[in-house]
């Protein structure tokens, strides 16, 4: 019924760039609170930075001045711009919002729906 796709995740050197990319599919209304998490192997999960309807942004201590959230309603996506990439920048990115969609009878639902991740490596 509903999806999030992320892309964009690879391999970069320390200071280099990558923009993630997360796109809800299916009969999408809007696409809500969304937040970018991520896991370190080993370690738990951690909000990187979040985006409401409005636009207002959060992002968490480790990434503030170098990462940058954005969004895009009329294409359904949400961005995360990731710029001076450090080795602990290193983990599984993953979209996580609360999508409002018409379900199979047409009627109106809203769900909290996680992508299935993309793999970010920092490395020299």
């Known amino acids: 019924q509903v999806q999030l796709v992320e892309s964009g995740g690879g391999l970069v050197q320390p200071g280099g760039s990558l923009r993630l990319s997360c796109v809800a599919s299916?009969?999408?209304?809007?696409?809500?609170?969304v937040a970018w998490y991520r896991q370190a192997p080993g370690q738990e999960r951690e909000l990187v930075a979040s985006?409401?309807?409005?636009?207002?942004?959060v992002y968490g201590d480790s990434v503030k001045g170098r990462f940058t959230i954005s969004r895009d309603n009329a294409k359904n996506t949400v961005y995360l711009q990731m710029d001076s990439l450090k080795i602990e920048d290193t983990a599984v990115y993953s979209c996580n919002a609360r999508v409002t969609y018409y379900n199979i009878i047409s009627y109106r639902r809203s769900l909290e729906v996680w992508g299935q991740g993309t793999l970010v490596t920092v490395s020299s």
């Open positions: 985006i409401i309807s409005t636009g207002s942004t």
């Open positions: 299916g009969r999408i209304v809007s696409v809500d609170n």
